[in-house]
């Protein structure tokens, strides 16, 4: 027995050399044990500092032997152990992998540990962490960790700064954690926490930055926030909390950020807050928070940011506000305020944006207004205020945007406007303006956009036009404006959009202005008809005709800019990658699910779900009761003891699609919670665990539209009433996204794939796993997402989202819905030379017999109007869905007046639908 150790060992180093592989770690083992130092505290930190693998290329250079005190970020204390491992980004690109290589049991003198490693750590934070005790520093941000917080981090007493952001953790914030009464930073934003915010948090007396922003963090603010008396930074923003701000707040006298951004806040903005007498940046932008605007807000004269925006805030602005004098950004656009603009505004010398847009606000627009000439942006769009625009307004000389639009403003265009040289955007559409458009204002040789629409303006157009050489979008429309059109506007280089319709102006159109490519001139007197044009418009001249119909369809944008047969090669060759992997089926990942445990959520619902009933309704995800496998996830179908069926989407887990996966998870799981309409799939909970992701939607028993279509027997089932309403359905719930969300969802992947049926075989708009926020404030470019044959083709070059691409895929779908089949090479045909022989009837799905009824064809015919006007190949041209779904509500044009069998294609591409008006 007693030689058994020696003998083992011996085996050890013989396997080794006998397979050649001898790594770092076993020669140290190896070496440690020959010299008898095996037991030195300081040899095992040695010793598990190389088995990170971390430091291999001091390894290389043939520097093991030196000091690890020396090495890139370590540090020690006088006796040689570390008590320090802090590596910055890009300093050592060695760290990758699992945090666990590093042992922390190794390393009992430990106080800082910081690798801010670039997305390059992975796995979970080991529990083993909490015996190291010393631990003051422990910072792990933009990392690839996974994984809870494990509770036992609890032992830290020591910690004061903990920064875990920007990671993939996820579960609930452990209460234990409150028992880090030292902590003065804690950063856990950008993860996937769920659960609530512990009310142990009232124990952080030390605290002065926190930042949960950016998680699924839900239930109330505990109201023991207002104990954390040293707090100076508090980020919630982007979760899902509910309820009021704790009256408490008004105890966190050194605040100087309060951010709370996008959560369901609906309780009414405390008195207290104008007890936070340092605050600088307030932000509650994006929830529903009711009542008025307390008139302490006034007391926070150190403002400089405030943020009110998109709540449902009643009431006037107090004039308090008057006292802000330093704020510089001022948001409380898309609320219910109303009264008028107070004329203490004028007193905030700072501001540089005052936006108001979309209020009930009243009265005139304060002349006070023009004192503030650090203003770069003015937005007061959308109120109900009266009088005329105050000619001082032209002093403040350093605007960029002014917003008048949608008012009930009277009176001139001041001349003085001619000032705002630095002007990009100027709208003052949708008011009562008269007097002729002032030449002065040809002036603002930056402005792109000019918006004087639906005015009572006369006169001219100015022959100066032709000096904004950026304008790009010019509207007219609805005014009383007459004389020639100025040949200079057609030779403005960057001009796209151009709509006079409904003036009376009169003479010949300049060739120039003909090739503008998105061009109305209805409702004028000129001398010829501009015919219905497609890629190779024929030449005014070519036909002459009657007066009123000077229409030009604008489909000819993108031929000129991209060859149409370039761009379907550039989406086919991104799309390729996302089609193949929704090919893929894994049946291996089935059945490994083990437990989930508590890390169980569950939103909007009654709450009787629980984890282990998802396991034995699904047999532990066996396969059989796997109905589709999608994207980033197979489908399941589940019966609950209830006898209620749902489907469940497990999510693919795949190694190298996780956190790709991950991220769609958040997305889908974020969105389907703050939604609601009843043509959307209802999400009923989901579970987020390092072992499994899956989501719990409402059943749609008839599947996807996709597959009903393919299917001979189903698709017979699918009568014209029910397909009619499939499309009317699509259009209210996209409607809904675009128009009634705050801010606005695109879906992005529109697809007869992604619209599920149930039993009444009734549209659900599903999947949102590449649905996109629209934010005012963040760039909409993106990688391009969606599926192939039904991404809008502006996609291919701009790559930037808009509720336009979502349109045109609405327009594939309504048409794959008459059609019975994909539209396929309609769609390319669509852009280039249409047969004009074909038939809306040939269209029709033909296992259906044709419709006898008179209002089935009818809405027939305007479904497919509506298809056409969606895939016209410029966005701008594309109806919004809120006009499409309200026309789908209210149809009351007349009807065509030829037999139905008659109908071409041409014919309703060509009606004048959403062109005008
Ligand atoms: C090895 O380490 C010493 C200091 O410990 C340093 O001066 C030397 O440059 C290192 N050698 C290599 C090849 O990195
Ligand atoms: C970490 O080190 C301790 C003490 O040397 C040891 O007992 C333990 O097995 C190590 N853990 C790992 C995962 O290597
Ligand atoms: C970390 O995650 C990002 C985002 O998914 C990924 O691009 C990156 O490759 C990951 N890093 C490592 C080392 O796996
Ligand atoms: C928290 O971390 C995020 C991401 O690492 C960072 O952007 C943010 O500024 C940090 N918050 C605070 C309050 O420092
Ligand atoms: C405009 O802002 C600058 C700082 O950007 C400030 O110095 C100046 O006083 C402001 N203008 C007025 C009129 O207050
Ligand atoms: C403007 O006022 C009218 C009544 O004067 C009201 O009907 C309308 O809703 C108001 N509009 C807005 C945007 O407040
Ligand atoms: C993004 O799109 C939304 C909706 O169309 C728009 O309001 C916003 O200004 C856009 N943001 C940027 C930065 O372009």
Not at 34 to 59: D, F, H
Not at 588 to 603: L, N, Q, R, S
Request: hydrophobic share 40%; aromatic share 6%; glycine share 6%.
């Amino acid at each position: 027995m007693a030689s058994a150790p020696s003998v083992s060992r011996l085996v050890v180093i013989i396997i080794l050399i006998n397979v050649g592989a001898i790594s770092d770690t076993t020669i140290i083992v190896a070496a440690s044990a020959a010299t008898g130092l095996l037991s030195s505290p300081i040899q095992l930190e040695r010793k598990a500092l190389l088995a990170t693998g971390w430091w291999v290329n001091i390894w290389a250079t043939g520097n093991h032997t030196s000091d690890p005190c020396k090495w890139t970020g370590i540090s020690c204390n006088s006796a040689g152990s570390v008590i320090g491992v802090n590596l910055l980004r890009y300093e050592n690109d060695n760290i990758k992998g699992e945090l666990g290589r590093f042992n922390f049991s190794c390393f009992p003198n430990l106080k800082s540990f910081k690798i801010h490693s670039n997305y390059l750590l992975s796995g979970s934070i080991p529990s083993e962490i909490a015996a190291v005790s010393m631990l003051q520093t422990l910072e792990l941000p933009s990392n690839n960790l996974t994984g809870i917080i494990p509770s036992a981090m609890g032992r830290l007493r020591n910690l004061v700064h903990l920064d875990l952001s920007d990671n993939y953790i996820w579960g609930y914030i452990p209460p234990t954690l409150g028992r880090l009464s030292k902590l003065e930073n804690l950063n856990l934003s950008s993860n996937g926490l769920d659960g609530i915010i512990p009310s142990e948090m009232g124990r952080w007396r030390n605290l002065v930055h926190l930042d949960l922003s950016d998680n699924f963090l839900w239930g109330y603010i505990p109201p023991t926030l207002g104990r954390l008396s040293k707090l100076e930074n508090l980020h919630l923003s982007s979760n899902s909390l509910v309820g009021n701000i704790p009256s408490t707040i008004g105890h966190l006298t050194q605040l100087t950020t309060f951010a709370i951004a996008s959560n369901h806040i609906n309780v009414s903005i405390p008195l207290e807050i104008g007890n936070l007498n340092f605050l600088q940046v307030l932000d509650l932008s994006r929830n529903e928070i009711g009542g008025s605007i307390p008139s302490t807000l006034g007391h926070l004269k150190r403002l400089r940011s405030l943020d009110l925006s998109y709540n449902k805030l009643v009431g006037p602005i107090p004039s308090s506000v008057g006292h802000l004098t330093q704020l510089t950004t001022f948001y409380m656009h898309s609320n219910l305020i109303n009264g008028s603009i107070p004329l203490e505004i004028g007193n905030l010398n700072f501001l540089q944006v005052l936006d108001l847009f979309d209020n009930k606000l009243e009265g005139p627009i304060p002349s006070t207004i023009a004192s503030l000439v650090n203003l770069t942006s003015l937005s007061l769009d959308y109120n109900n205020l009266t009088g005329s625009i105050p000619s001082m307004l032209g002093r403040l000389n350093r605007l960029t945007d002014l917003g008048l639009s949608e008012n009930k403003l009277v009176g001139p265009i001041p001349s003085s406007l001619g000032h705002l040289t630095q002007l990009t955007t100027l709208s003052m559409d949708n008011n009562k303006l008269d007097g002729p458009i002032p030449q002065e204002l040809m002036n603002c040789s930056k402005l792109g956009e000019l918006r004087l629409g639906n005015n009572l303006l006369s006169g001219s157009i100015p022959s100066e036009i032709g000096k904004l050489k950026e304008l790009y979008y010019l509207d007219l429309n609805h005014n009383f404006i007459n004389g020639k059109i100025p040949p200079q506007l057609g030779e403005i280089p960057r001009i796209v959009t151009v709509d006079l319709s409904m003036n009376n102006l009169s003479g010949s159109i300049p060739e120039s202005v003909i090739n503008v490519p998105d061009l109305d001139l209805s409702g004028n007197n000129f001398e010829v008809e501009i015919p219905n044009t497609s890629a190779n418009a024929p030449s005014p001249q070519q036909s002459e005709g009657n007066k009123d119909k000077h229409k030009k369809t604008t489909t000819r944008l993108v031929a000129i800019i991209l060859p149409m047969a370039a761009f379907l090669t550039l989406i086919f060759g991104i799309m390729f990658v996302r089609r193949r992997r929704d090919k893929k089926v894994e049946p291996a990942e089935t059945g490994e699910i083990t437990k989930c445990a508590d890390e169980f959520a569950i939103w909007n619902y009654d709450g009787r779900i629980t984890f282990q009933d998802m396991i034995e309704a699904t047999e532990d995800f066996h396969i059989k009761y796997c109905i589709g496998t999608g994207g980033y996830g197979s489908v399941y179908r589940a019966r609950l003891p209830s006898g209620k069926v749902v489907a469940l989407k497990k999510l693919h887990r795949s190694e190298t699609e996780e956190l790709a996966s991950l991220e769609s998870f958040r997305n889908e799981a974020r969105l389907l919670s703050q939604i609601r309409h009843r043509n959307i799939v209802k999400l009923y909970g989901f579970c987020l665990h390092e072992k499994c992701m899956f989501l719990i939607y409402e059943y749609m028993e008839m599947g996807s539209l996709f597959c009903v279509l393919r299917t001979d027997e189903e698709a017979v089932g699918l009568d014209w009433a029910k397909r009619v309403n499939i499309v009317k359905g699509m259009a209210h719930a996209l409607s809904y996204l675009h128009h009634d969300c705050t801010p606005p969802i695109v879906h992005r992947d529109i697809s007869s794939n992604n619209i599920l049926l149930n039993l009444e075989l009734e549209a659900f708009v599903a999947d949102f796993g590449v649905a996109r926020l629209l934010n005012f404030d963040s760039s909409n470019r993106t990688l391009l997402a969606g599926t192939y044959g039904y991404i809008a083709p502006e996609l291919a070059y701009t790559m930037i989202v808009t509720e336009k691409s979502d349109v045109y895929s609405f327009g594939v779908v309504a048409l794959e819905v008459l059609m019975g089949k994909h539209p396929g090479e309609l769609l390319s045909s669509l852009s280039s030379s249409l047969d004009k022989n074909i038939k809306l009837i040939d269209l029709l799905d033909p296992r259906l017999s044709p419709p006898v009824d008179q209002k089935i064809w009818q809405d027939i015919i305007l479904v497919s109007t509506v298809a056409f006007s969606c895939l016209r190949s410029q966005p701008k041209s594309r109806p919004t869905m809120q006009l499409v779904s309200n026309e789908f509500i209210a149809r009351n044009k007349t009807p065509m007046q030829k037999p139905f069998q008659e109908i071409s294609i041409l014919e309703l591409r060509n009606q004048e639908m959403y062109l005008v008006d």
